[in-house]
């Protein structure tokens, strides 16, 4: 039985209708779908929220992560919060000074600032010491140390000690020995002998000193000691 061309529009116009329906229903089911989206990483307990803040322009205190503000680029993490990485600026940046302490965490690591530097040449028969003064607030770090020693009328054969102390000549601590024997003879009792890269870092307020352990008749002795400071 052919169907008029009526029936046909019918049909047409009711699937339509039932697409149109079905689209509407979807477009409602949508419009009331709810969406959760991650919070950002970031440290809740110092920022005081879980939404990132305003942009600010960066200063110190903005900078500063115990502020509820953004901080500057270049943070570390100690495990326990987002901390600045130590830097430093020539205004502020003391000659003698390179690090604020032993331990360099945190700080860039850079050439020392310029040395400071103690030269010991005593008269024959005369024990050479070299000590640099002790500096409130500072420490002394001894970095070289150079010493020989020479004769023209010969010494008595006799066993030497080269000491680096903590302290004042014949008292600090010794942090560093090195063990010689003078000649009997005469010339060069003790060849020249240099190190550097020793970074023996003393105490608070303290001398640092570098000595030969005793005098000797006869044998000029000397010595000497370079390094820099720290707080």
């Not at 830097?87 to 003391?94: E, I, N, R, V």
């Not at 060849?191 to 890269?197: A, D, E, L, T, V």
């Amino acid at each position: 039985m052919e169907r008029s061309p009526q029936r046909h529009l019918y049909a047409f116009l009711i699937a339509i209708g039932i697409s149109l329906g079905g689209f509407a229903a979807l477009v409602a089911q949508q419009a009331t779908v709810t969406s959760t989206y991650p919070t950002m990483p970031q440290n809740v307990a110092q920022w005081s929220g879980t939404t990132v803040t305003a942009a600010a322009a960066l200063s110190d205190t903005s900078g500063n992560p115990t502020a509820p503000q953004i901080g500057a680029d270049g943070m570390v993490w100690d495990t326990t919060q987002w901390v600045r990485r130590k830097g430093t600026a020539l205004a502020t940046f003391p000659t003698a000074v390179t690090l604020t302490s032993r331990n360099a965490v945190g700080a860039a690591v850079m050439e020392h600032s310029s040395r400071w530097s103690v030269v010991s040449a005593p008269a024959v028969s005369n024990q050479a010491t070299a000590s640099i003064a002790a500096e409130g607030s500072v420490r002394h770090v001894v970095d070289c140390v150079a010493f020989s020693a020479a004769s023209t009328t010969a010494p008595a054969l006799t066993a030497l000690t080269i000491n680096i102390r903590d302290g004042a000549t014949g008292a600090g601590t010794v942090i560093w020995s090195y063990a010689l024997a003078a000649a009997n003879a005469t010339g060069q009792n003790v060849p020249p002998y240099s190190i550097c890269g020793l970074n023996l870092v003393g105490t608070t307020n303290t001398a640092m000193t570098a000595e030969f352990s005793i005098l000797l008749a006869n044998l000029v002795e000397s010595i000497s000691i370079s390094g820099w400071n720290v707080q």
